[in-house]
């Protein structure tokens, strides 16, 4: 199985190595008696012993906080490619257990993505670094110390010439200054400030999705690569929800070469050549349609009717992966519509690391061919991995810097060619400050003590300009802020600290940043017959998540890929070369050439081909020793190749989905109803009257029960990101099994989304449907399991009995919706390893034999039946919040006591377009759905 280091491997054979040594398969008479006489003489010695004195002391005055077996809630602040995000985590016993969005914060407003779930595994990552290493030998800090202390003072002779220093850009105020003190100190270095995720293109303007009748994407990509992702999310759900009252759903009209979650949500799609983006944009601008094909003139002439139909009430919004001349086209077409102030906004991000080092500012190619000429004196990499982002460029020749030194969590590619490795705090470990992309301002505080012998980025910066005053990055901060709030500090700070949000204080850092040095400025054209597309893969991204089980295991929205990603082309290149899933094919430009295993994509340009940054990581290395995937090499440093040659190399690669089944088939798994149409009836499924010589099965006794549990899933908002899939990981300790196991169905996450296709008028639909376990008021698998393992409660809960399965099966086999787990392996971690830190105490950890499945967080309702009945009151709605419904950024979650007509599950389950899962079977799932509402134009109709 794949091993990121954070996870143990299952143990598949030798299940008790340590007892196979004592009891040998063929056991005599003459080793028994030898076994046993040496266990008596064992147990006579064990009084001969004088054991230590040991003591154990209790809390002289418990922390008022600290309530053994309630668990506390801190609000820190995640770094999410240079900007704040801000997050509630979990602590039990001082222990972080689990991430959750903070609602006091603009920017998350109580929701999360997947990433930001799982960055807490970061945190237990058995293969961090522990200790400062010189030339692969364990060192010290006071060593480290001493020798950078020697460097300072020579090139601070020489006022930095030749020291030149690798980072990431990044919006915390208490950081900028201290690398203003660095500038000031070396005013000759040299800064790389440069990740492929700079590259992107952000507008600078800020979107009201939730105002927007029209919007138009070109290459959209909002919900998800944006840093106000998750509240653009919510706003744009707002709208679609067709079956709300009040809601007036809007129309989005998207143009793209290949899917993503993003435009899967269009009513209507345009799929071009990223080589035609220009010519179709120059004709929603007014000008000439006759060079265009049949189809882009349609969508253009509909798109712009619509457009000049809404106004000011209409949005085009142009994709992070844009070139400028074609961002520049946008803000024309907004500009022509009027519609700022109503639709978007002008907005300056705050400023990041680039704005205050622009006379330092290098690129990496500059770096490389200093390193070459040898010119490096003296060479920092501060929580970088330019050895991997920039492999063709830098992978060797950092090694060639007459210094190095490099600061990071792991013994990744560039610390491993670095003399000094130096471990970092995870950002759960240390103190520190950052803004959001709109500039609110938020703390980034510990959850924990430092695990290992580690520092956090704000002292390394600190001691790096000032190595004769070292303080902690707790008391730097304060020390920035004292100096600018003044009097009321200290409220100001402990509001903050508890909040998550500081009040607004003015940013001492104005200006503009410097923009992207290595973007692409020219917009995407040529005549290649195959065009290539290099995207950063929407789990692992640009590889800074390959070592996360949890992300690795987390299927792709479109491909439903694990532990790997694929090389996307459409179904008609792939029929026209003999391809099929997996074989690998070589991809030449001029003189970059690599191999990729290849993925056939449905509702793909059939000239376009997509390529995914973030594998084929040398460091993190699979159990069986081959890499994790297929490395992009130099194909990583533009994100448009316009002429790309294709050849079949007859090898092939597996490749593991979760998904093998792209449509429904004619059935109406996931629906879709589109605006104006009248409401189909009411279903309610009646099951035909048939005489049976056995008797009726004995109903659950849930007539008199205080509460009746269930959840709606409302699919117009779900988008298919996959955080609730991560977060019911996260907090019900369920294991990773790796690409074997889930190549042969073992897979055990509680929730799947399912991905269907669907042709429609020219247009390929694709729909995202969470499928939990349904919570069937019948449910066929209590009725076949031989010891009572699986069984209801009296409040509607079909729940499990750990102690009880003895693995039998039969309830996976007669679930009709799949969604029960068995634990073929043990794949609990031991006792020893640091994962061991994040479980969850509230739920059992399972053996190996044990059936599982989703439980609507049984834990979180015992909690609040707990708190109720100590407060005399009954459960309120709203109070219990499952884990997948809390990080939804869309909402499209809703669990409650359906018992209450009031409550707000109930009402959405009272909607006529409420239905059942495969409700032919009449299994009565207490967990139902409501459609996705299409606005379609009505030529599409």
């Known amino acids: 199985m794949s091993d990121p280091g ?95 969005g903070n609602p006091d914060h603009a920017s998350s407003q109580g929701a999360t993505d997947a990433v930001m779930q799982a960055s807490l595994l970061g945190l237990y990552d058995g293969q961090r670094l522990r200790a400062p290493h010189q030339n692969n030998h364990t060192s010290s800090w006071n060593a480290f110390d001493a020798a950078w202390l020697e460097q300072f003072q020579r090139l601070q002779a020489h006022q930095g010439r030749g020291l030149w220093v690798v980072a990431e850009p990044n ?67 707002q709208r679609r929800r067709g079956w709300q009252e009040g809601v007036d759903v809007n129309r989005f009209y998207s143009l793209h070469a290949a899917p993503n979650v993003t435009n899967a949500q269009a009513d209507t ?7 035609r983006w220009e010519s179709v944009m120059d004709g929603l601008l007014g000008g000439g349609t006759g060079d265009l094909s049949k189809t882009e003139r349609q969508w253009v002439e509909q798109t712009r009717r619509d457009l000049q139909s809404a106004g000011a009430r209409a949005l085009v919004i142009g994709g992070s992966y844009l070139s400028p001349v074609l961002q520049d086209k946008v803000q024309q077409l907004n ?88 471990p ?85 850092f104005q200006g503009n940043p410097a923009p992207a040095v290595s973007r692409e400025t020219s917009t995407p054209s040529g005549t290649g017959r195959l065009q290539l597309l290099v995207r950063l893969d929407p789990h692992i991204e640009d590889g800074r998540g390959a070592r996360n089980a949890w992300l690795q295991e987390l299927p792709k929205p479109m491909s439903m890929l694990v532990w790997d990603q694929a090389l996307w082309l459409s179904i008609e290149t792939a029929q026209e070369h003999g391809l099929e899933q997996g074989d690998v094919v070589e991809l030449s430009s001029g003189d970059r050439r690599i191999q990729l295993p290849v993925y056939p994509m449905r509702a793909m340009d059939p000239g376009t081909m997509v390529a995914f940054m973030g594998y084929g990581r040398p460091t993190a290395q699979m159990h069986d020793g081959h890499a994790t995937g297929y490395a992009l090499e130099g194909f990583g440093a533009r994100w448009f190749w316009p002429a790309v040659s294709l050849e079949k190399t007859g090898e092939h690669y597996d490749l593991v989905t979760t998904q093998h089944h792209q449509v429904m088939d004619g059935h109406d798994f996931a629906r879709v109803r ?47 990101c996959g955080a609730c899939v991560t977060a019911c ?109 994040q479980f969850n105490p509230e739920v059992t950890v399972r053996e190996r034999g044990v059936m599982e499945k989703c439980t609507y967080c049984v834990q979180r309702i015992s909690r609040a039946r707990i708190d109720a009945r100590n407060q005399n009151r009954e459960i309120r709605d709203g109070e219990i919040v499952t884990a997948c419904q809390q990080v939804c950024p869309t909402e499209a979650i809703v669990f409650g006591d359906i018992s209450r007509p009031e409550n707000h599950v109930s009402q959405r389950k009272a909607h006529e377009e409420d239905y059942q899962l495969l409700a032919e079977l009449d299994t009565r799932p207490r967990t139902t759905y409501l459609p996705r509402w299409e606005n379609p134009p009505h030529e599409d109709r």
């Not at 799609?269 to 080589?275: D, L, M, Q, R």
């Not at 149409?677 to 008199?704: I, Q, V």
């Open 335 to 422: 500009r022509q519509l009027g519609n700022e102030g109503t639709t978007w906004v002008q907005h300056t991000p705050p400023p990041q690391t680039d704005a205050v080092l622009a006379e330092q500012r290098a690129t990496s190619q500059e770096l490389a061919d200093a390193l070459e000429a040898g010119e490096v004196e003296a060479l920092l990499c501060l929580d970088a991995n330019p050895g991997f982002y920039f492999g063709d460029l830098l992978v060797d020749a950092i090694a060639k810097a007459k210094w190095s030194a490099c600061f990071a969590l792991e013994a990744h590619e560039t610390a491993r060619q670095c003399t000094w490795k130096l």
């Open 424 to 508: 970092v705090h995870h950002f759960l470990e240390e103190w520190g400050d950052l803004r959001s992309f709109t500039g609110e301002l938020s703390p980034v505080q510990p959850l924990i003590r430092p695990m290992y012998q580690s520092r956090a980025r704000l002292e390394i910066l600190h001691r790096l300009a000032q190595p004769s005053d070292p303080q902690p990055a707790y008391n730097l901060v304060r020390r920035h802020w004292q100096q600018r709030v003044s009097s009321r500090f200290e409220k100001w700070w402990s509001e903050g600290l508890q909040k998550g949000v500081f009040p607004e204080v003015a940013s001492d």
């Open 729 to 837: 990981q996260a907090e019900n300790n369920i294991p990773v099994v790796g690409k074997e196991q889930v190549a042969v169905g073992r897979e055990m996450l509680w929730i799947r989304i399912d991905r269907y296709f669907s042709e429609e008028s020219g247009h390929t639909r694709i729909l995202h449907q969470p499928v939990p376990c349904m919570q069937c008021e019948k449910a066929p698998c209590e009725v076949v399991c031989p010891v009572g393992a699986t069984l209801h409660d009296s409040e509607g809960l079909n729940a499990m009995v750990y102690n009880r399965c003895i693995g039998t099966r039969y309830c996976s086999n007669n679930c009709p919706y799949k969604v029960r787990r068995f634990n073929f392996l043990d794949y609990r971690p031991p006792k020893e390893h640091p994962r061991n830190l």
């Open 6 to 100: 954070n996870i143990p491997s299952p143990r598949r054979s030798d299940e008790f190595p340590e007892q196979a040594a004592v009891w040998p398969s063929q056991l005599s008479r003459r080793k028994f008696l030898q076994v046993a006489g040496a266990g008596l003489t064992l147990a006579s010695m064990s009084g001969c012993f004088k054991k230590p004195r040991e003591e154990i002391l209790p809390y002289v005055k418990q922390p008022e906080q600290v309530v053994p077996g309630n668990p506390n809630f801190y609000a820190t602040t995640h770094n999410w490619r240079g900007y704040g995000r801000g997050i509630l985590v979990e602590s039990r016993e001082g222990r972080p257990v689990k991430v959750e």
């Open 269 to 275: 799609a345009c799929v071009s050549a990223p080589g």
């Open 171 to 237: 919006s915390s105020p208490s950081e900028l200054a201290a690398w203003q003190q660095l500038a000031q100190r070396f005013p000759q270095m040299r800064v790389m400030l440069e990740a492929p995720y700079t590259r992107l293109s952000l507008p600078q303007t800020d979107y009201r999705l939730e105002q927007a009748d029209i919007i138009v994407g070109i290459d959209p990509d909002f919900l998800t690569e944006h840093p106000e992702s998750l509240r653009y999310a919510r706003a744009y759900a």
């Open 674 to 720: 589109k605006t104006g149409e009248p409401a189909p009836e009411r279903e309610e499924h009646r099951p035909p009257e048939e005489t049976s010589f056995m008797p009726e099965p004995p109903k659950p006794p849930m007539g008199d029960a205080p509460y009746k549990w269930g959840m709606s899933i409302d699919l117009s908002s779900c988008i298919g």
